[in-house]
């Protein structure tokens, strides 16, 4: 739970190439750990829940009052989409109404415990085209009246809000502006600093449309403070912002006692998920390359990169093979100014065996691709 409430989200992919995202990027900052303990978070303790943030993602029941608001905007205004809903949704209000009927009466459901009783088939040229179960369940989700009560393999279990929320979660509605206010203030301290783009690129995407004036805000307030942010030469571009309450971290930057500690992150980790602020942080571009064509590929299928204390470093193409057993490292890659010393070397090929723990493997094996300098430290 600190580590979430750090990071705010868990972007939600299933992916099992080397295992799916969430349980990676908790791995990456805590080690092994038991995966029970998640889903005791999310389906028991109910202290987490699944929604929409950066995509589908597993947010805290503490910031329901955010995702709330959110929902109550649902399908509004003058889009086509919109009113496509819209107009789809009141011809099949008896279908609405019979499904949660049948929650209120028997919930938890899977959706193939659902009769499709549309008046009117859903209509696209897309894989949705006459899923009615399933649109409705989508946006009865979006409105707010039902929710995601638990997951069984691929099936999703469903429940009315009303029935899965624990009565301790603030249900208290929220004006747009305190909608922003709280969605800045948790987006910039799950980054450290930022700027205002970087603030708008992460946690929730639609919270930020009066940014500027929020910002001006929380500053007048002294709820954020700008800061400086240099390289050797000169200042960067911002303004860029740090939450009063992480200030005194700042002082951690010059701490002597501090070691770098070496890890494998996600493609889909909160820290590297703004592309171009993970290049213009890091120097480190990197893009996921699972969906094109394994010519076009630079690294890999599923490439992860590999953090050292506070510098990106390189990058690993692992695949889990749970029959076997078996973590295979096809490719590993160094950054230009990557360090050469056996320290790291060393360091590398502990976080990969870390994961291979993990995962269940009983065998963590390297490929012939490994830069010179590291070859005989992973093996």
Known sequence: ???????????????????????????????????????????KERRLFEDWAQATSIVLSEDYSIFNALKQGFAGGDSSWAKKIREWMKKNRSFSRYILEELKLKGPLFSTQFEDRASEPWKSTGWTAGRNVDMMLFFLKAQGKIMLAGRVGNKRLWDLTDHFLPKWVNREPLSSNEVAQRA??????????????????????R????????????????????VEVRD?????????YIHSEDVHLLDSLEDEDWKPRTTLLSPFDNLI???????????????FEVYMPKSKREYGCYVMPILHGDRLIGRVDPLMNREAKQLTIKAVYAEPKAPKTAEVGHMIADATEDLGLFLGAKEVRYESKVPAFWKRYLH
């Open 232 to 240: 050797e030469r000169k200042s960067w571009p911002g303004p860029w």
């Open 184 to 205: 800045t203030q948790l987006s910039l301290r799950g980054l450290g600093v930022a700027t205002a783009r970087h603030i708008q690129q992460h946690f929730v995407h």
């Open 1 to 43: 739970m600190s580590v979430m409430q750090d990071i705010r989200y868990l972007q939600y992919d299933p992916m099992r190439i080397v295992a799916p995202s969430h349980f990676l990027v908790l791995w990456s900052r805590l080690g092994s750990y038991d995966l029970g303990l998640l889903d005791a978070l999310l389906w």
């Open 207 to 226: 919270c930020y449309g009066n940014l500027s004036s929020v910002l001006a805000e929380l500053e007048a307030e002294e709820r954020i403070i700008h």
């Open 273 to 287: 998920s703004d592309r171009k602020r993970t290049e213009q942080l890091w120097g480190f571009r990197f893009r």
